[in-house]
C-alpha cells in the first residue's frame, strides 16, 4: 500500500477533546503536556500537517507520527513524495523503522502535494529551507511561497507555527499580517508562533524528542497552544518572549557556532606554522571543566545553517547602517575556507615537486557532514571545483553521494572505488561512519582537511 494517501472528499472528522496544559511565561520551561488545540470550526481531519517533507520536517512528521497524532505532510516535489512513499529517504536508522511502521499503517501520515487539504489539520507547521543565493543573500522565495499558501488555506481555530530559520520578525511579515489581512485576528481566530528547528541530521545522540524546542508566541494563548503541540511528541519546550526573539534565538546559535569554527580553523593555522597539532591542544582545552567549549577546525561547513543562517541577520542589519564586525569576518573566513584547503593542497604538491595541473586528485567524501547524503552547501563542492580549474584530473568518491551538481550546472558522477582514479593525492573532506580508509594509506600524497586522522598516518593537515 502507498504511503501517498490523497483524498478527493473529506474524511470523517477527529474529534480531540481539550486538556489541561500549563501555561508557560517567558524563560520557563514547560513539561510535556497533552496537546489543547481548542475548539476547530469544522473539526479537523488531522492533528497536525507539516508543509516541507525534508530532513526537519520528515523526522518531525514521524515524530508525531510515533507520538499517535494523526499527520499530513505536504511537499511540492512529487519525486520527493515517491522517495518516502518507497522508503529511500536519507533518515536516522531510527526514523527509517518510523518511516516504515507508517507504511503499514498510513492513517497515521498522509502525504500529499494538494495544499488545500491544509485546511482538514488543527495545526500548521511550516518547515522549508531557506538558503542564501550566490551574493549571500537570504532566498526567500520558498518560505513566502509555503507562507502564502498556509494563509490562504487558513482557517479559525488553527494553530500556525513557522519553524523555518529566518530574520527577525519574518512570522510577523509573512504569516500575521497576512493573516490580519484576510480579517483573521491573530490570537483569537487563529494562533500563530515561532519554534526554530532543532534538528541534526545524521547525529544519533540528540534525538529529536530529547531536544528542547524554544517557543515564541504572538499572544499567550498562541504560546500556551503551541507548546502544547511540540510537547507531543517533545521533552520539554521553552517560551520566549514574542515570535521575535524565538527567530533570534536559532540566529544567536547558529552565529556562535559559526565564530567559534572560524577561530577553530585560526588556530589550525596558528598551530601548523608553530609545529603543533592542534586536535591535539583542543584536546588538553577541553579538560578544563567551565569557560571552554571544543569547536573544531576542518575543510569548511556545509548545509543550511552555519553557512547560510547569520547572513539573514547580516542582511537584516544592512538596512539598519548597524555592522557585527566578529560576524562578519567568521562569515567571510568561513566561506573561504575551501579554497584554502585547495592552497593547500597546490603547496603539499609543490613541496614533492608536482603542480596541480594533470595531477590525479580524489576528493574523499562529499556530504556536508559525516553519515548523511546531504551536499547542500558542502565545502567539497567549491573544493572540487576549484581543482578542475586548477588543471587537475579530479575525481571524487563517496559511499553515501552518487553525484554532484556544481554550481556551474555540470555534474560529476562518483567512483565505484576510491582507488579506481589511482589518485597521487587524495584530498579528505568526510568520512562516514565505518568507512575503511586504509586504502588512503597507500596514496602517495594525503591531505586530511578534517584533522582527525592525520596524527595517526603522518598525513599533511591544512
Known amino acids: ?155 479559525p481555530g488553527q494553530l500556525l507555527v513557522l519553524t523555518s530559520t529566518t530574520y527577525v520578525g519574518c512570522t510577523r511579515d509573512l504569516l500575521v499580517e497576512p493573516l490580519r489581512a484576510r480579517g483573521l485576528d491573530v490570537g483569537t481566530d487563529v494562533f500563530v508562533a515561532f519554534s526554530p528547528e532543532r534538528i541534526d541530521p545524521g547525529n544519533e545522540a540528540h534525538l529529536i524528542e530529547d531536544v528542547p524546542r524554544v517557543v515564541g508566541g504572538v499572544t499567550a494563548e498562541c504560546t500556551r497552544r503551541a507548546c502544547a503541540l511540540l510537547g507531543t511528541y517533545g521533552a520539554s519546550t521553552h517560551a520566549v518572549a514574542s515570535p521575535a526573539a524565538a527567530e533570534m534565538v536559532k540566529l544567536v546559535e547558529n552565529t556562535f557556532r559559526a565564530v567559534n569554527i572560524a577561530l577553530a580553523n585560526e588556530f589550525a593555522d596558528a598551530c601548523r606554522v608553530l609545529g603543533l597539532s592542534v586536535m591535539d591542544v583542543i584536546a588538553g582545552a577541553a579538560t578544563k571543566p567551565y569557560g571552554f567549549m571544543p569547536f573544531y577546525p576542518g575543510p569548511g561547513v556545509g548545509g543550511h545553517c552555519i553557512p547560510c543562517d547569520p547572513h539573514y541577520l547580516l542582511w537584516q542589519l544592512r538596512r539598519h547602517r548597524v555592522r557585527i564586525p566578529v560576524t562578519e569576518q567568521a562569515m567571510a573566513s568561513i566561506a573561504a575556507r575551501p579554497r584554502d584547503v585547495v592552497d593547500r593542497a597546490r603547496t603539499v604538491l609543490s613541496d614533492h615537486g608536482r603542480g596541480l595541473p594533470g595531477t590525479r586528485v580524489l576528493v574523499s567524501g562529499v556530504a556536508y557532514k559525516p553519515d548523511v547524503q546531504d551536499v547542500r552547501e558542502s565545502p567539497a563542492l567549491e573544493i572540487y571545483a576549484e581543482l578542475r580549474d586548477h588543471g587537475a584530473d579530479v575525481a571524487f568518491y563517496d559511499p553515501l553521494v552518487p553525484s554532484i551538481r556544481l554550481a556551474d550546472g555540470t555534474t560529476a558522477y562518483g567512483l565505484d572505488s576510491p582507488t579506481a582514479h589511482d589518485p597521487e593525492l587524495a584530498v579528505l573532506v568526510c568520512h562516514h561512519a565505518g568507512e575503511d580508509l586504509t586504502w588512503a594509506t597507500h596514496v602517495p600524497l594525503v591531505l586530511d582537511a578534517t584533522f582527525r586522522l592525520a596524527s595517526e598516518h603522518g598525513w599533511d593537515t591544512l
Open 1 to 155: 500500500m502507498s504511503l501517498v494517501e490523497v483524498r478527493s472528499e473529506t474524511s470523517p472528522s477527529l474529534a480531540v477533546e481539550p486538556a489541561p496544559v500549563a501555561v508557560a511565561s517567558p524563560s520557563s520551561s514547560v513539561a510535556p503536556v497533552a496537546p489543547d488545540l481548542g475548539a476547530v470550526e469544522p473539526p479537523g481531519t488531522h492533528d497536525v500537517a507539516l508543509v516541507g517533507l525534508g530532513y526537519v520536517g520528515l523526522p518531525t512528521a514521524l515524530a508525531f507520527a510515533a507520538a499517535g497524532r494523526t499527520v499530513l505532510g505536504l511537499d511540492a516535489s512529487r519525486a520527493r513524495l515517491a522517495a518516502i512513499a518507497g522508503g529511500q529517504a536519507d533518515l536516522l536508522e531510527r526514523d527509517r523503522g518510523r518511516l516504515a511502521d507508517v507504511t503499514r499503517h498510513p492513517a497515521r501520515l498522509t502525504t500529499t502535494d494538494d495544499p488545500t487539504l491544509l485546511r482538514e489539520a488543527e495545526a500548521v507547521i511550516v518547515c522549508v529551507p531557506t538558503p542564501i543565493d550566490d551574493h549571500l543573500v537570504p532566498d526567500l522565495a520558498p518560505l513566502r511561497a509555503a507562507c502564502r499558501t498556509v494563509v490562504e488555506q487558513a482557517r
